[in-house]
């Protein structure tokens, strides 16, 4: 199994940044995808980011690319999702994943509001 912690969330002002980090531990060796989900009030959990690690390979849903980056530092079994020009729209919980050979792990989450 894999266990996650992610910190980083709070209260920001519209077009501010926020960066979001998920620590790993346990079997964290050989995972097929690290990703970022979230979940905004009343709506349904959505996959925002991926990182494929074994190939390095990084996908975003159209709403967030090219203002969010998803990332790893490897020596700290960190995952980031560095999220830049944040709208109202992006306030949710967001929750780190994992896909390995012991199925999904998820963190709890940490939760993002943007408002002015």
């Known amino acids: 199994q894999v266990q996650l912690v992610e910190s980083g969330g709070g209260l920001v002002q519209p077009g501010g940044s926020l960066k979001l980090s998920c620590v790993m531990s346990?079997?964290?060796?050989?995972?097929?995808?690290m990703e970022w989900y979230r979940q905004a009030p009343g709506k349904e959990r959505e996959a925002i980011a991926i990182l494929l690690p074994n190939s390095g390979v990084d996908k975003y849903k159209d709403s967030v690319k090219d203002r969010f980056t998803i990332s790893r530092d490897i020596a700290k079994n960190t995952l980031y999702l560095q999220m830049n020009s944040l709208k109202p729209e992006d306030t949710a919980v967001y929750y780190c994943t994992t896909l390995g050979a012991t199925g999904r792990s998820w963190g709890q989450g940490t939760e993002v509001t943007v408002s002015s």
């Open positions: 346990g079997s964290i060796f050989n995972l097929i995808s």
